[in-house]
């Protein structure tokens, strides 16, 4: 037996704790109208989870707590349990018994406990679905509801028979599937929805991205620029530096040699006798090497000057060459207030005239002077005034050493004509003074010529100097674009010799700078590395890109509920045709045991789907419906009574419906046998002969489900191995009485 032992307490008239076992196969339950022996079977609705308390008689659950009489108090809750058998497994649960329980409270709380523990509605209703069971259908018919299944709609019919088939589980699993469908599709509308909002900003992002993108691309460039230009010049510079570095010293050291031979050279003149020849000789070396001094000294200012013009002309050069961009024009604050000044000036005179031509030319004239403007703002050199002044003065200190370095030379050139003539007259001289003259002319020419290549070389050494400056500036303007990336230049591989670098002519090293500058230009143009702005489009692509896999993987459910649903309503319709034909067949042969004779067939109907739009009034049996265009199948029960014409259910009596409405009650039975039956005064519309046909039944029932039969039919009662008697006494309290008959008959005996 899978159903046990039922507990009643404080529901409805069982103010006081009442227990129904249940031994055997078919167990009665009897008793007088109103003692209460209907509330045994909406006891089980109730435990089994019914929600609405008019199934159970009442309107409310406090309806469903005992009232309380004049003897007894009112109640403050109602409790029912029922034991249910599960050594075969037909729950699924791992216990050998399943104690479900229901408690309603008067606030209408009500908690549901399996086994003593506190769990959900739907944790109950999925336990009892697995074994086909539930508050209402087709095994809890109460007093009148026998009808129901004839009455019924044909799709309320379809439900009913699905129920019975079993196909409840099929049912909850469509209906969560059409829940998560539904749920499914909302969250992709929201998904895509924070997708619409992020866009617009993604976008932006985006763009400033690739700016940087861009930007970061001709950093690269400029690295790799840069890396060769300051590795080239840096190679030029060390070796040039080296170079006069090496020739410098020596040269130094030989002309120091030179005036010291040239010393002693003169020593052994002065110890000769002086004559006029010498003196002239020894004043004109001297007068020649005290011009020569002077010209030297000023070649070096020259020399110096000209590097600073040159640094300074680069200066303006570069700016110069970025002002050549008419897109930003810096145009003084006052030109402008002239300007406008002018024109409402001009315009106001124009407007007091009502000559048309001359309006015409006033307005030629001030856009002919806003032409000019422009003109004038484009033409304005953007050079500061301070360096300009200083170009100037550079440029006439400049001219006036030039002048006194002519001068200089016109007076090297008059004392070494002079010093030339004496010494050819004292080389014709035949005196004992002859070697050494000769050797101090011959000193004096060597530290000429060496002072001439010292000259020369302070002069590329300044010109180094000035190179080696530029570089140290380039290097720090490398490093404030490029940060440590400037000294990747250091180990940057060119390709040249250090040779072909130092002979390498100066134009293409200057064709390599004024790259630098159009890439640095271009760099200021696009903006330095914003790495908040990168980091916040990798937040805004990643989310996006959630969003979009959110997306992807919402679609992919909803194709896969979908399909999940196409295959349970494909199941459900299976399962559902075969069953029919199987209650068919059933029905018309429990049909014929009721009749005597007679055909009861089920049939599929196609009907058009409607939606329920809104309920009437209370006292209105309609309901407003309207078509949604799709079709349903629903259940057309066809009879043919023996010996009789029939068209139509309504044209059945009363007892007629009832022996039909039974006949299809078994059948559904029959064909999915659910755990137990409960019936309750079906039998009640029967007279004698159906009364032993009904009692027939029950019997062939009882063989495939545990019955539960509520009745006053004694041909029912004799059918029954244990009887329950309900009374009810003057305190209004239901009691029970519990009869074996099996062990009652064998005691008359």
């Given amino acids: 037996m899978h159903l046990k032992h039922l507990t009643i307490s404080g529901f409805k008239s069982f103010a006081k704790k009442s227990e129904l076992e249940f031994s055997s196969s078919i167990t009665a339950i009897v008793g007088p109208n109103g003692s209460g022996k209907s509330n045994v079977a909406e006891a089980f609705r109730f435990v089994l989870g019914e929600q609405s308390p008019s199934k159970m008689r009442g309107k409310k659950g406090e309806d469903l707590i005992w009232g309380g009489s004049d003897q007894v108090s009112r109640g403050n809750r109602a409790a029912v ?20 329980e229901r408690v309603v409270h008067r ?7 399996i086994n003593g523990s506190v769990v959900r509605l739907k944790d109950v209703q999925e336990v009892l679905a697995a074994a086909n069971i539930g508050p209402s259908g087709h095994h809890i018919i109460s007093q009148g509801e026998a009808d129901r299944i004839l009455s019924a709609s044909n799709k309320e019919r379809r439900e009913m028979i699905e129920d019975a088939l079993g196909l409840k589980s099929y049912q909850y699993k469509k209906v969560e599937a059409e829940k998560k469908l539904q749920k499914t599709k909302e969250n992709i509308e929201k998904v895509e929805s924070l997708r619409r909002e992020v866009a617009p900003h993604l976008r932006f992002l985006e763009k400033q991205v690739k700016k940087l993108e861009r930007a970061a691309e001709i950093r690269l460039k400029l690295r790799d620029s840069y890396s060769e230009y300051l590795k080239r010049e840096d190679i030029y510079l060390a070796g040039w530096q080296d170079r006069i570095s090496t020739l410098f010293d020596p040269l130094t050291t030989k002309i120091k040699e030179i005036e010291g031979a040239l010393a002693n050279a ?9 004559d006029v020849k010498r003196d002239q000789l020894v004043s004109a070396e001297r007068a020649l090497s005290s011009t020569r001094e002077a010209h030297q000294s000023l070649l070096r200012e020259v020399g110096a000057l000209e590097g600073q013009i040159t640094f300074i002309e680069r200066h303006i ?3 110069e060459s970025k002002a050549g961009d008419t897109t930003n024009i810096n145009i003084p604050y006052a030109d402008i207030d002239k300007l406008v000044t002018t024109l409402e000036k001009d315009t106001q005179n124009s407007l007091k005239s009502d000559d048309i031509s001359h309006l015409r030319r006033s307005l030629g004239d001030l856009v002919h002077s806003l032409r000019q403007f422009l003109a004038r703002a484009i033409e304005r050199p953007e050079n500061d005034s301070s360096e300009k002044l200083e170009y100037e003065e550079l440029k006439k200190q400049k001219e006036e050493l030039d ?29 004992e003074s002859r070697d050494a003259e000769r050797e101090v002319f011959r000193l004096i020419n060597d530290r000429r010529e060496a002072e001439a290549e010292l000259s020369r070389l302070e002069f590329e050494k300044s010109g180094i100097e000035r190179d080696r400056e530029d570089f140290k500036r380039e290097l720090q303007e490398a490093v404030a674009l490029l940060g440590r990336d400037a000294t990747l230049y250091l180990e940057y591989k060119v390709d040249a010799t250090k040779a072909e670098i130092e002979k390498e002519d100066r134009t293409k090293q200057r064709d390599r700078r ?19 702005l990168e980091q916040e489009y990798k937040t805004v692509k990643d989310r996006d890109d959630f969003l979009e896999r959110e997306i992807a993987d919402l679609t992919l459910s909803v194709s896969k509920l979908e399909e999940l649903i196409v295959e349970l309503e494909a199941q459900l319709d299976e399962r559902f045709g075969e069953g029919i034909t199987k209650i068919s067949a059933e029905f018309n042969r429990f049909f014929a045991l009721m009749f005597g004779g007679g055909e009861a067939t089920l049939s599929q109907v196609k009907i058009e789907s409607r939606k329920r739009k809104g309920e009437l009034d209370d006292e209105e049996s309609e309901v407003e419906e309207i078509q949604t265009g799709k079709t349903e199948t629903g259940i057309e029960i066809g009879v043919k009574l023996p010996n009789k014409r029939v068209k139509g259910l309504d044209m059945l009596s009363g007892g007629e419906r009832a022996l039909t409405s039974i006949a299809l009650i078994f059948a559904m039975s029959q064909v999915n046998p659910p755990l137990f039956v409960i019936l309750d005064e079906t039998d009640a519309a029967l007279d004698e002969a159906n009364s032993r046909r009904y009692g027939d039944m029950i019997e062939a029932l009882a063989r495939k489900s545990q019955l539960i039969l509520i009745t006053h039919n004694r041909e029912t009662m004799s059918r029954a191995s244990i009887l329950y008697g309900v009374t009810m006494t003057g305190d209004g309290v239901s009691k029970l009485l519990s009869v074996k008959l099996d062990d009652a008959i064998a005691v008359a005996k």
């Fill in 514 to 532: 004024h790259e630098l500058e159009k890439l640095k230009i271009r760099l200021e143009e696009l903006g330095g590395a914003n790495v908040e």
């Fill in 317 to 319: 050069a570069e700016k």
């Fill in 107 to 113: 606030d209408g709380q009500n908690e549901y406990l």
């Fill in 81 to 100: 349990s029922v034991l249910l058998d599960n050594q075969k497994r037909v729950f699924p649960l791992d216990f050998d018994e399943i104690n479900l």
């Fill in 266 to 274: 003169r020593n052994i003149l002065e110890s000769k006798k002086h």
């Fill in 403 to 431: 002048k006194k370095l002519k001068t200089a030379e016109a007076e090297v050139n008059v004392a070494e004509q002079a010093y030339q003539e004496i010494r050819s007259s004292i080389e014709s001289d035949q005196s």
